[in-house]
């Protein structure tokens, strides 16, 4: 029954572990066009997935032109050109390739998504075009033949003096920048975000997705929608059932075995041990005369006529003991009850359980806990 139990409880915690993070709970992968991103957590699509797949920020939409677009505060629109999962990054682009422009009022503060560095550019108007100067590039988007806006590193000093000695107007931006694109800044945006640290199960194979119906915590899923942690489950549902097993066998034989069932009747003392570690009978015989061993160090047992002579007592209805801390008997490891019979050893005091120590005494000539030889007043008289 008990065994049934286990098996019930741990087989409706794993079916309902499972249940709750079966394949269908995995958000499906989304794209806007054959050859575009996959869309999947923590970005999802606005009127496609429902909120629970993805996080508040990460929501993109799909256009007329097959291309992912992603919003970012003071109503900046960007096109998503790539996801990188495992390193969590996303390369955007501008709508209508003026990214230079776009830029220039970027901000990410109520964003989740971060720069990997700022770099410092100055932008100039100048009425001459300077593009073909050393690390100075025009902004073809927003130039035109009367107005030639350039901009160059705010660390490249000949393009300062240029910006200078021509009279154009300049202003410093900070750009965000990455190392994975070092390219020219009007083409491309390389963001960052951190918000949910996935990276590690990407590169396993694996999915992020988010726990639970509610809250914010994020789990790794397997690539068939299982979590990876539920391999754990399933060798569990191996190794716990044997376990289950052997400990229900464990039980039976320790509830059936003679120590156990002597501990249920007091005063009849199971096998013992000797002190050699010899497993010694010590089943109670039908006659006196049963004969004797030696024991296996060469020291004979004490004879019936010397072990009777040792005197016995008897507990009385209350169950007092000469010694209320000594209330067990050191053979059979059962206490002491009323009208039983005990006999000491004269030499050290001990006392038992008559017929424990004297079928030990039989075999051994020395006290079961002192193990003291000279326990004998005569050893003399010990037989061989």
């Known amino acids: 029954m008990a065994s049934s139990a286990i098996f019930f409880s741990f087989f409706l915690g794993l079916s309902l572990h499972v249940s709750a993070d079966k394949p269908s709970d995995i958000c499906p992968v989304r794209v806007c066009h054959p050859h575009g991103p996959e869309i999947r957590f923590p970005f999802r699509v606005r009127d496609f997935h429902p909120e629970r797949c993805g996080y508040p920020g990460f929501d993109l939409s799909c256009n007329i032109r097959g291309q992912a677009i992603l919003q970012l505060p003071n109503l900046q629109y960007f096109v998503v050109d790539l996801i990188n999962y495992e390193q969590q990054y ?30 410092s550019y100055t932008f100039a108007s100048c009425i001459e075009d300077l593009s073909s100067e050393p690390g100075i590039e025009r902004v073809d988007c927003v130039s035109d033949q009367r107005n030639n806006v350039l901009y160059s590193s705010t660390s490249n000093f000949y393009a300062s003096w240029y910006f200078s000695v021509f009279k154009c107007r300049n202003w ?76 229900c066998i464990a039980c039976y034989l320790s509830s059936h075995s003679p120590l156990s069932s002597h501990r249920g009747r007091r005063g009849h003392p199971p096998n013992i041990e000797d002190g050699e570690n010899n497993v010694v009978d010590i089943s109670f015989p039908s006659s006196p005369s049963r004969e004797t061993r030696s024991a296996p160090n060469g020291v004979a047992g004490i004879d019936l006529a010397t072990i009777e002579s040792y005197p016995k007592i008897q507990v009385d209805d209350d169950g007092q003991v000469p010694r209320p801390n000594d209330d067990t008997c050191a053979i059979c490891l059962s206490e002491y009850q009323p009208k039983e019979t005990l006999r000491t050893i004269p030499a050290c005091g001990h006392y038992f359980h008559a017929q424990c120590i004297d079928q030990w005494l039989r075999r051994n000539a020395s006290c079961p806990l002192c193990r003291d030889h000279k326990g004998s007043p005569d050893p003399m008289t010990a037989s061989n």
């Open 90 to 119: 996303v390369v955007l682009k501008e709508p209508t390739n003026c990214l230079a422009k776009r830029l220039q009022n970027l901000t990410l503060s109520r964003s989740p998504f971060l720069a990997e560095e700022y770099g």
């Open 172 to 247: 410093t931006v900070s750009v965000p920048v990455s190392s994975q694109y070092p390219t020219n800044i009007t083409e491309r945006v390389v963001l960052r975000w951190d918000l949910s640290d996935c990276g590690g199960c990407e590169k396993s194979g694996g999915r992020c997705g988010l726990k639970v119906s509610a809250g914010s915590d994020v789990r790794c899923f397997g690539k068939h929608g299982f979590l990876q942690h539920a391999k754990f489950w399933i060798l569990s549902g191996v190794i716990l059932p044997f376990v289950a097993c052997m400990s």
